[in-house]
T-cell receptor, first 113, second 111 residues
Framework: NAGVTQTPKFRVLKTGQSMTLLCAQD?????MYWYRQDPGMGLRLIHY???????AKGEVPDGYNVSRLKKQNFLLGLESAAPSQTSVYFC????????????FGPGTRLTVT | DAKTTQPNSMESNEEEPVHLPCNHS???????IHWYRQLPSQGPEYVIH???SNVNNRMASLAIAEDRKSSTLILHRATLRDAAVYYC????????????FGTGTRLQVFP
């Protein structure tokens, strides 16, 4: 199993450009998550999904949109990138329920200039 | 939401035991205590979780105080690979779907 994979690994955007980050998992997990991590800080939840076709807002959802059209994929979109969105983005997935661990991807390092 | 408090950083020598503390004085009776760690330039990984009793697995042990207001993650013999940021996270009915990360404890391990 590949686990959780993220595409791309690195990206540089100019302010105002748009892009989509792709997260894929092959563990048949119901739940998927997008986090961002800024230097010296813990992870903050952007959006998450508890099943195919569903999405919900996390702590810091502004400026991002998500879609979960297929169970194995969770897309994070930036419609108009801003320098404040420079960060490392992590995707995660898990089975349903608070006793199940989350599995994290390797991260995408995004720089917005 | 119940919060956790951890030291910003700790140090250890290789092959020595490490005790990473976490205070959670407002924990509710149904909150589970989860630990994750994040190695440099990687995503977090699950370490262990528990409710009331002490727990052991291949990575670590979790000692939970009798009143549950604090817990300690124990690495029995630290290795250089254990250098990471360790996060203590509470999970309960109010956040069944999500993990809420704090800033964690940065563990340095010296040879």
């Amino acid at each position: 199993n590949a686990g959780v994979t993220q595409t791309p690994k690195f990206r540089v955007l100019k302010t105002g450009q748009s892009m989509t980050l792709l997260c894929a998992q092959d563990m048949n997990h119901e739940y998927m998550y997008w986090y961002r991590q800024d230097p010296g800080m813990g992870l903050r939840l952007i959006h998450y999904s508890v099943g195919e076709g569903t999405t919900a807002k996390g702590e810091v959802p502004d400026g991002y949109n998500v879609s979960r059209l297929k169970k194995q994929n969770f897309l994070l979109g930036l419609e108009s990138a801003a320098p404040s969105q420079t960060s490392v983005y992590f995707c995660a997935s898990s089975y349903q329920g608070l006793l199940y661990e989350q599995y994290f991807g390797p991260g995408t390092r995004l720089t917005v200039t | 939401d119940a919060k956790t408090t951890q030291p910003n950083s700790m140090e250890s020598n290789e092959e020595e035991p490490v005790h990473l503390p976490c205070n959670h004085s407002t924990i509710s009776g149904t909150d589970y205590i989860h630990w994750y760690r994040q190695l440099p330039s990687q995503g977090p990984e699950y370490v262990i979780h528990g409710l009331t009793s002490n727990v052991n697995n291949r990575m670590a042990s979790l000692a939970i105080a009798e009143d549950r207001k604090s817990s300690t993650l124990i690495l029995h013999r630290a290795t250089l690979r254990d250098a990471a940021v360790y996060y203590c996270i509470l999970r309960g009915s109010y956040n069944t779907d999500k993990l809420i990360f704090g800033t964690g404890t940065r563990l340095q391990v010296f040879p």
